[in-house]
């Protein structure tokens, strides 16, 4: 058996018996991807996914990170059951999702990339009856949709017919539609995409509240949303892997510690022999380390200049992950 093939049929599992006796398999291993391929066969060929692999634990929060068209989406779709992949190994709970669809399906829930809450009920209605439609007894539909209504900041719009929503309002209605059943594993595909700053951090604080007992696998833009919720981040490229690690880790790894942004840069004559830096508008990023931060600061504020300090950031990361690979 190879090292793949091991990995797959989880060696780590602990294989107990449940009440009727079956096998119940307890994995720390949630989901686990290898080696998958997925190509669309539209007008053109497009390979979405390349030979992607990783796994995802079971509680916490698993964030995905790439630049637009590097194969987010389809990989939300393909753990979800939405979506057949071309080649390589899945499990998700233990089942394929080629194969055990609906196993998987009982216990997930998803934010859609674009999705939209059907437009002749209300928020209210859409939580309630995807709470039935999910087993719930009427009493605890209820209490559930009530609860969601309060908690991601619905109440005031809650009676309205979706069509009658703004985008941001459809979208919190699509998030406490996901929460409200409190599935082991919730997929949110860029979910806080269009939300004032309030609705993002009310989704922020339940994400926080819930993950330490379910799964949450996240897509995001939003590199400050990314750095503060996730324990482990996965960046892609055109569909591959690029690196993982948790976001302080990633940040560690950074070839250095601080960023001086030098504002309103014009065509100041800069004396600093430190200029290692990327133009951003109008201001100039310079990355440093402890040794050199006073010196370059100095040097800085003597040659009159108008600069901000930082400790590097996710962002940061991300950025130059790109940049590195893009130079290749
Ligand atoms: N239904 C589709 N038909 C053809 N190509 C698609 C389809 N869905 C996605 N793609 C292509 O697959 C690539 C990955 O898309 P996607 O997974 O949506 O990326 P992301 O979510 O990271 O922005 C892109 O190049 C995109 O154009
Ligand atoms: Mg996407």
Redesign the pocket.
């Known amino acids: 058996m190879s090292d793949t093939e091991e990995t797959i049929s989880n060696k780590d599992n602990d294989v107990l018996k449940g009440k009727n006796n079956e096998e119940v398999i307890e994995s720390r291993d949630l989901i686990v991807a290898r080696n998958l391929d997925k190509t ?1 066969h ?1 007008k053109s060929e ?1 390979k ?1 996914l390349s030979n992607l692999s990783f796994t995802v634990k079971r509680g916490g929060v698993f964030t995905l990170l ?10 939300v ?1 393909l753990l979800s059951t939405l979506l057949r992949r071309d080649s390589g190994d899945l499990s998700v709970f233990g089942f394929d999702p080629n194969i055990s669809a609906e196993e998987i399906r009982k216990k997930i829930s998803i934010v859609p ?1 674009e999705g939209k809450p059907i437009e002749y009920l209300t928020p209210r209605e859409s939580i309630y009856f995807y709470l039935r439609m999910r087993g719930f007894t009427k009493e605890e539909a209820e209490r559930r949709t009530e609860m969601v209504i309060i908690d991601f900041l619905i109440d005031n719009f809650s009676d309205q017919r979706c069509f009658t929503l703004s985008v941001g309002q459809k979208q919190i209605v699509l998030v406490a539609m996901a929460f409200a059943p409190n599935p082991e594993l919730i997929f949110l ?1 860029e979910p806080t995409i269009g939300l004032d700053p309030l609705a993002r951090q009310r989704v922020w604080k339940k994400i926080i509240e819930i993950k330490s007992s379910t799964t949450i696998f996240l ?1 995001t833009h939003y590199m400050e949303e990314a750095e503060f919720l996730s324990d482990i981040v996965l960046i892609i490229k055109e ?1 591959k892997s690029i690196k993982q690690g948790s976001p302080k880790e990633l940040i560690k790894q950074f070839k250095y510690k601080h960023k001086v942004t030098i504002n309103n840069y014009g065509n100041e004559n800069i004396t600093s022999q430190y200029i290692i830096s990327k133009k951003l508008n109008d201001s100039l990023v310079i990355y440093l380390n402890e040794n050199e931060l006073d010196k370059v600061v100095q040097q800085l504020v003597k040659d009159g200049l108008e600069i901000t300090i930082n400790k590097v950031s996710l962002e940061d990361v991300f950025i130059s992950v790109m940049d590195e690979d893009h130079e290749k």
């Not at 790439?66 to 990989?75: A, D, F, L």
Request: no cysteine; charged share 20%; aromatic share 6%.
């Open positions: 669309y539209g497009v979405a790439g630049r637009n068209g590097s194969g987010k989406t389809t990989t779709k990339q595909d897509t569909g």
